[in-house]
């Protein structure tokens, strides 16, 4: 593995001022090498989706920086592509142009677009719906325009932010197993927030378990189960101590 | 298809129906005088040729004025009245609308102006640009511009406003500037609000057309209506509201099908 980390969380903070100062981050460390999987997990309001918004560029901490890629990040960048929790799938634009987004920005050619956009669109499994617009497709299905198109627009870091927080269990665990078989077939360095412990342990390397308001850095914890991995794995028992290991952290009083 | 099918046979049928008693009972009040003397009664005595003529003397009428060149020379003049007014109007208040809602500066600038405007009816113009354009065609055209632009600006406005910003940070992290995220993302996104403002629009214009052809002018459907009025005409009066209702209806429906329908078949 590359021994220059992608992503460097360095000495975080982050409040908001309204009446009085919140204070949403505090001291926030880690660092995230080259194609790996890591999930921030943690009690909801504890500031996971304003450390992702912090990392994507939407936001500037209060003190502390992010590097990627030994650069500061100053703003949004198509390099970091963030896939939202809510569904960000532009209604008026077919599966193709979703996808194609991107590399329009880009200014790409529309010979290249549509191969790039072929490809990712089979990667996702929606071959046969390039032409379909959002409203006839599933919420499952949407999540994978929303995948393909982050993947089209030719990031090196893939933030999500809950990305099937909003889909029914079933069509979840079927999501976290493409999610998984698309990554390894595409290797990105993927930071994907969630509160749901099966579902970080499940798909990352490594876990970071943050504290809750003011959030901090409460441990890390590596997952090493064998990969690929297939769903089976979730009711192995070395899943099920890790689960409560993670359970464990969680629950404790700061 | 079958489904659209359960669906629109009870609306034709109940539709037919009352199309069908309504006229009847029409008829058969308007004929009432032909038998007894309606004049004695009080409820009654509207329904005479005078003031409510059977549904007869109307089609008669209408065949009448179809044969002669003035009625499709006013409609004419109506219909091309409404539609450059329509057309100049409505680009002039949704851009305004578009670039108030995309740049603060403009929007503080401009604002002030259009809220002391857009109370005003457009009608109360009609005297002066009568005044200053003269009777013809110019004063009427901008009464139309100014009804639509008033009415087109603030949806524009109010749908550049209300643009999801999930939307906005998903194109801005895919890498897209302002000008594509105005292009691709915020002008669709608007388009349900600038729609409503454009058929709304639409209907105002037509009943400005015809309020601004009754004070002041030569020609047009508005004019001969107030023709016919002041020849006591009223057969001629209602075969004039007949084409309105027609021509109106015939802008609607081919406006909605065939450009907005379109642009709007990504909602749900």
């Known amino acids: ?254 | 298809m079958k489904k659209n099918q359960s669906y629109f046979a009870p609306q034709i049928k109940y539709g037919m129906i009352s199309l069908i008693v309504g006229i009847g009972i029409y008829t058969l009040l308007t004929n009432l005088y032909l038998y007894i003397n309606v004049k004695s009664i009080f409820l009654l005595s509207i329904f005479r040729p005078q003031y409510l003529p059977s549904p007869q003397i109307i089609w008669h009428k209408m065949v009448d004025l179809c044969v002669g060149r003035v009625i499709w020379q006013n409609i004419f003049i109506s219909v091309v009245r409404v539609l450059l007014g329509y057309i100049c109007g409505v680009t002039i208040g949704i851009s305004l609308g578009l670039l108030m809602g995309w740049y603060k500066k403009v929007d503080l600038y401009i604002d002030p102006l259009i809220q002391i405007l857009r109370p005003i009816p457009p009608l109360a113009f009609v005297t002066l640009f009568t005044l200053w354009f003269g009777i013809g065609e110019i004063s009427k055209i901008l009464i139309i511009m100014q009804t639509a632009a008033v009415v087109t600006l603030i949806p524009a406005y109010q749908g550049v406003k209300s643009v999801a910003s999930i939307y906005i940070d998903a194109a801005r992290c895919l890498g897209a500037n302002d000008k594509l995220i105005f292009r691709k993302i915020v002008l669709p996104s608007a388009m349900p609000y600038i729609i409503a403002g454009l058929r709304i629009a639409l209907g105002l214009c037509w009943a400005v057309i015809v309020a601004a052809e009754y004070i002041a002018s030569t020609r047009g459907l508005g004019f001969q209506i107030i023709w016919y009025q002041r020849l006591m005409s009223i057969d001629g009066v209602i075969v004039g509201i007949v084409w309105l209702g027609i021509i109106v209806y015939v802008f609607d429906t081919l406006f909605r099908h065939c450009i907005f329908n379109p642009i709007l078949k990504w909602m749900e």
């Open chain 1, 1 to 254: 593995m590359n021994l220059k980390p992608k992503i460097i969380v360095r000495n975080l903070f982050m409040s908001f001022k309204q009446e009085k100062e919140i204070k949403v981050l505090e001291n926030i460390n880690f660092e995230i090498s080259l194609n790996e999987f890591v999930s921030i997990i943690g009690p909801s309001g504890c500031g996971k989706t304003t450390l992702l918004r912090i990392i994507a560029g939407f936001l500037k901490p209060t003190k502390g920086e992010v590097i990627c890629d030994g650069t500061t990040v100053k703003g949004p960048s198509p390099s970091r592509v963030v896939v939202f929790q809510k569904d960000a799938v532009f209604p008026w634009m077919s599966v193709r142009q979703n996808v194609e987004f991107g590399l329009l920005a880009k200014g790409v050619s529309q010979e290249e677009r549509t191969r790039i956009s072929n490809y990712f669109i089979e990667l996702v499994g929606l071959k046969g719906f390039e032409d379909n617009l959002p409203k006839t497709l599933s919420g499952g299905m949407r999540k994978r325009v929303d995948l393909a198109r982050a993947y089209a627009a030719g990031p090196e870091i893939l933030l999500m932010d809950e990305p099937f927080g909003s889909l029914d269990a079933q069509t979840k665990s079927k999501m976290q197993e493409e999610l998984l078989k698309i990554w390894e077939r595409e290797k990105r360095t993927i930071l994907f927030i969630t509160h749901d412990i099966s579902e970080a342990l499940y798909l990352s390397d490594r876990v970071i378990v943050l504290t809750s308001r003011p959030g901090k850095t409460k441990k890390i914890i590596k997952v090493s189960l064998p990969r690929p991995r297939k769903n089976e794995l979730k009711f192995t028992p070395e899943f099920a101590e890790l689960e409560r290991e993670v359970w464990d952290l969680i629950q404790e009083k700061i």
